[in-house]
Every structure is written in structure tokens, then in C-alpha cells.
């Protein structure tokens, strides 16, 4: 059985300092450093790897939800912090084995809680990856879902950034992320992209933002919510994008996912 799901790390800084904008390159060397501390066998696996990682960070978030905006830490602030995991031995770091203390960029945080489930944070849980399959292949057919970007989602198309939430590029994202992972059930990319052409876009809120990766490296990528109807699919494929469409909680959507791009939560009906 493959244990995915996503644990928030509650952190309190230590010290106080300052952390750039783009704070994706720190969070992912955080994560990595904590993790070559309870695995080095397993980091240095995970970061040659050239398959997608099984793992998605979130942007670091005020202890109500919100996202960091400001770069000024104040010592005693606290901030949450959500590791998603697509494996089993990731479940099993973010929930067993976070470390006591966490360094991001200059300022040190001690990790005061780890929260695994809805009831100690509403973004937390576990899941047997079997049993989620084999509910949503007996599960009545998705009508509708609603897909709540919560950090920029950015896609490639050929060289070119493709800021818009095209339902082929999304379910694409996710049928590689879920394959990768080695999950249950036979998901391929061209496939997923193919079949998700007739899903049709349904009232949307969103807009386009550019976002930066690094010093003088900039993205196009889109926030918001949209909803899709799935009406019109045959009902095999309403019935195999259903576990893709409760993945996205824990897996994101788009590119560098690993670096608090892409968060995405869904509902569907």
C-alpha cells in the first residue's frame, strides 16, 4: 500500500531577518537539507532523479491560511509550512520525522508542531493511494469540478510560457505526477491530455502574473479559481479523471511544484 497525503509543519522563527520574494530555491534547499539529515540516500535519489519529484511545497503562509506576502521575518513569527508527499517513505518523513528545526535562507525556525490530519489543520491528511483509486472507480461520475489555484501555476508550450488553465495541459500535469509516483492505475500523459480536450471551461476568476524564479528570471503563470464541466466526457473517462482531479490536493498543478508553485485544491461533484 502507498501511503500520499500532505503534513503542515508549523514553524517559529527563531531570529528575525529578511527573505527575498521568490522564495521558492529556499524552501526546496530547506526541504533537502531536512530531509539528507533523516535520509541522505534518499535526498540525493530524489534530487538526480529526472522523473517528476513525489513531493510539492507549499509558499510559506501565515498561521490563518493566508499566504506571506511581506519579505521582514520578526523573531516569534509564526508560519506554516505544507509537505506534500506522493510515497510512501516521504509520508512517512513529513509526518514521523520532521526535523526540530528548519533553516530558511538566513533565518533559522524551530518546528513546533506537525499537523497530519483535517482536524489539526484543514490542508492536512493521509491516504492509501489503492483506496482512493478504488472509491472513485465506484464513485457516482464527476460532474463538475472547481480547481482553486492557490500559488502561480506556470506550463510550457514548446519554448513559450502558456499562462491559461487549459484542462488538456492540467490533467497532463497530473496523469505524469500520479505515473511517476508509481500509483495504482494506468495514467499516461498524451492520453490524460487527449481525452481532457472536451472538458469544457464553466465561470472563472482569475488572472495572469508574472512571477520570478530567480534574479532576472521571470515567468508567465496564472492564479485564481475555474470550474470545468465533465458532462460531455464518456463516462470511463469522467470515472479515471476523478482520482486525478482529489491528486491535485496533494500533487499541484504545472511546473516546479517541488519550489511552492502550483498549490491547488479542488472540489468536484
Known amino acids: ?59 510559506l503562509a501565515l498561521s490563518d491560511g493566508l499566504v506571506m506576502d511581506g519579505s521582514r521575518v520578526r523573531r516569534g513569527d509564526v508560519l506554516d509550512f505544507r509537505v506534500s508527499a506522493l510515497s510512501e517513505e516521504l509520508s512517512d518523513f513529513a509526518r514521523y520525522r520532521a526535523p526540530d528545526s528548519l533553516r530558511i535562507g538566513d533565518i533559522p525556525f524551530a518546528v513546533e508542531r506537525v499537523m497530519t490530519d483535517r482536524e489539526e489543520h484543514p490542508t492536512a491528511g493521509f491516504l492509501d493511494a489503492e483506496a482512493l483509486y478504488e472509491e472513485c472507480r465506484t464513485a457516482p461520475l ?6 482553486h489555484f492557490l500559488s502561480p501555476v506556470m506550463f510550457h508550450v514548446g519554448r513559450s510560457d502558456y499562462p491559461w488553465p487549459s484542462p488538456g495541459l492540467i490533467f497532463a500535469s497530473l496523469a505524469d505526477r500520479w505515473a511517476a ?4 492505475g494506468d495514467f499516461e500523459k498524451t492520453a ?10 464553466m465561470d472563472w476568476r482569475g488572472n495572469t502574473v508574472t512571477v520570478t524564479i530567480k534574479s532576472r528570471q521571470k515567468k508567465q503563470a496564472f492564479l485564481g479559481t475555474f470550474a470545468y464541466d465533465l458532462r460531455s466526457l464518456p463516462a470511463e473517462a469522467r470515472r479515471r479523471f476523478l482520482p486525478l482531479i482529489r491528486f491535485a490536493n496533494f500533487a499541484g498543478v504545472g511546473r516546479m511544484t517541488s519550489q511552492g508553485f502550483g498549490q491547488t485544491r479542488t472540489i468536484w461533484r
Open 192 to 201: 490524460a491530455r487527449q481525452a481532457a480536450e472536451g472538458i469544457l471551461p
Open 1 to 59: 500500500m502507498e501511503t500520499i497525503g500532505a503534513a503542515v509543519w508549523r514553524l517559529r522563527a527563531e531570529t528575525g531577518g529578511k527573505l527575498p520574494k521568490a522564495q521558492g530555491r529556499l524552501l526546496h534547499a530547506a526541504f533537502f537539507g531536512a530531509l539528507g539529515a533523516f535520509s541522505p540516500a534518499l535526498a540525493t535519489r530524489l534530487h538526480d532523479a529526472s522523473r517528476p519529484n513525489p513531493f510539492s511545497l507549499s509558499p
Open 181 to 184: 509516483a508509481g500509483l495504482p
Open 142 to 147: 464527476v460532474q463538475r469540478a472547481v480547481f
